[in-house]
């Protein structure tokens, strides 16, 4: 019984100065762990006569409890000082100015994106898609560019290594124009369809970039011509480089999938160092145009003898640069922060 008041004694003592949580668990576990204290003593109590063991047991349980009480105690006041300690250390000076953030700016090409995009609902196109990975008959054959058809060799195919099926091989389509031949087939004419997306061809320089981007339009309906081409074109580029005086030159081209074919020039002048479209008597590249050969309304399942249709192709990149003067194609892809700083375009200036 002594023994037993002198253990509690030593353990409340030892609680009493106990001043951190982590040490409550030590002294816990020296207590009434495996090899505690208090465990230690039941152990000796073994050769007792069965009353005194019941005695000794009893007070043993007294003494428990109340250990265990203050140990209770105690973690409680340890963890009051310690919040207080963090509560203190980790206070926040509300007064101090916020840390610089940069903003994030809008990519050129999805500025003119949107532009392209609002401006083709303006004049009822609607936006029609198809797969970076195309099949030989899309990207070709259905656009009037049979097998060993010449123009084939211009494009600088990537063609993937999988086996061919009844569209041909596989190939990272090297224009937009197979959109036309999937929105065609998905829809009953009249229709008007644009498009922008990736394309894909083995060339590098500085004015050509093995990725870059295209527009598309479609137009089909009975009574088309080319000039409502002309017309649509005219107004689109007048609008989308918000030059009202630009003029537009078409010269005559091939394409295998239009016939006639024209290349779209715009007129420009450079003034103290800066294209200015609409004046002037400089002539420029924009695009591709024509009117769809009767061989690809066939692959789109239109009846060429009731419809008729005009479509028109150039590069994102190139409108994005004469618009927005970038210099070198490159820059689009590089990911470059100053590049971005110089000529994206940040939230707030956003139309
Ligand atoms: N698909 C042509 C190319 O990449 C561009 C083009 C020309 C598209 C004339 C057209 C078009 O829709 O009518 O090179």
């Given at each position: 019984?002594?023994?037993?008041?002198?253990?509690?004694?030593?353990?409340?003592?030892?609680?009493?100065?106990?001043?951190?949580?982590?040490?409550?668990?030590?002294?816990?576990?020296?207590?009434?762990?495996?090899?505690?204290?208090?465990?230690?003593?039941?152990?000796?109590?073994?050769?007792?006569?069965?009353?005194?063991?019941?005695?000794?047991?009893?007070?043993?349980?007294?003494?428990?409890?109340?250990?265990?009480?203050?140990?209770?105690?105690?973690?409680?006041?340890?963890?009051?000082?310690e919040l207080d300690k963090k509560l203190a250390a980790?206070?926040?000076?509300?007064?101090?100015?916020?840390?610089?953030?940069?903003?994030?700016?809008?990519?050129?090409?999805?500025?003119?994106?949107?532009?392209?995009?609002?401006?083709?609902?303006?004049?009822?196109?609607?936006?029609?898609?198809?797969?970076?990975?195309?099949?030989?008959y899309y990207n070709f054959a259905a656009l009037n560019?049979?097998?060993?058809?010449?123009?084939?060799?211009?494009?600088?195919?990537?063609?993937?290594?999988?086996?061919?099926?009844?569209?041909?091989?596989?190939?990272?389509?090297?224009?937009?124009?197979?959109?036309?031949?999937?929105?065609?087939?998905?829809?009953?004419?009249?229709?008007?369809?644009?498009?922008?997306?990736?394309?894909?061809?083995?060339?590098?320089?500085?004015?050509?970039?093995?990725?870059?981007?295209?527009?598309?339009?479609?137009?089909?309906?009975?009574?088309?011509?080319?000039?409502?081409?002309?017309?649509?074109?005219?107004?689109?580029?007048?609008?989308?480089?918000?030059?009202?005086?630009?003029?537009?030159?078409?010269?005559?081209?091939?394409?295998?999938?239009?016939?006639?074919?024209?290349?779209?020039?715009?007129?420009?002048?450079?003034?103290?160092?800066?294209?200015?479209?609409?004046?002037?008597?400089?002539?420029?590249?924009?695009?591709?145009?024509?009117?769809?050969?009767?061989?690809?309304?066939?692959?789109?399942?239109?009846?060429?003898?009731?419809?008729?249709?005009?479509?028109?192709?150039?590069?994102?990149?190139?409108?994005?640069?004469?618009?927005?003067?970038?210099p070198d194609l490159r820059g689009y892809f590089e990911?470059?922060?100053?590049?971005?700083?110089?000529?994206?375009?940040?939230?707030?200036?956003?139309?």
């Amino acid at each position: 019984m002594h023994e037993l008041d002198r253990l509690q004694a030593s353990c409340l003592l030892e609680i009493e100065d106990c001043d951190s949580l982590r040490k409550i668990d030590l002294i816990k576990n020296a207590i009434f762990g495996k090899n505690g204290k208090l465990s230690g003593f039941l152990k000796n109590i073994k050769g007792l006569s069965d009353e005194k063991k019941r005695e000794v047991g009893a007070r043993a349980n007294a003494v428990r409890a109340v250990i265990q009480e203050r140990l209770e105690a105690r973690s409680r006041v340890l963890e009051m000082a310690e919040l207080d300690k963090k509560l203190a250390a980790e206070s926040v000076d509300v007064t101090l100015p916020s840390r610089f953030s940069q903003p994030g700016t809008l990519h050129p090409l999805t500025k003119v994106i949107e532009e392209v995009a609002g401006l083709m609902s303006t004049y009822g196109f609607v936006f029609a898609d198809g797969p970076d990975i195309e099949s030989e008959y899309y990207n070709f054959a259905a656009l009037n560019m049979p097998d060993h058809h010449p123009a084939r060799t211009m494009h600088d195919t990537f063609y993937i290594n999988t086996s061919a099926d009844d569209k041909g091989r596989k190939l990272l389509r090297t224009h937009t124009s197979p959109v036309q031949i999937r929105a065609m087939l998905a829809n009953q004419p009249p229709f008007r369809f644009f498009s922008i997306g990736r394309v894909f061809r083995s060339d590098y320089d500085a004015t050509h970039t093995p990725m870059f981007n295209q527009i598309e339009c479609l137009m089909v309906d009975d009574n088309v011509g080319f000039s409502n081409l002309k017309w649509f074109i005219s107004g689109f580029l007048r609008k989308f480089f918000g030059a009202p005086n630009l003029q537009l030159r078409f010269r005559p081209s091939f394409f295998p999938f239009t016939e006639p074919s024209a290349e779209v020039d715009l007129n420009y002048d450079v003034v103290n160092g800066k294209i200015v479209f609409g004046s002037g008597q400089r002539w420029m590249e924009i695009g591709g145009a024509g009117m769809v050969h009767p061989n690809v309304l066939e692959s789109g399942n239109v009846d060429p003898s009731k419809y008729r249709g005009f479509a028109f192709g150039c590069g994102l990149e190139r409108m994005a640069s004469l618009k927005y003067g970038v210099p070198d194609l490159r820059g689009y892809f590089e990911s470059n922060e100053r590049w971005r700083n110089n000529f994206g375009f940040n939230h707030a200036t956003r139309e």
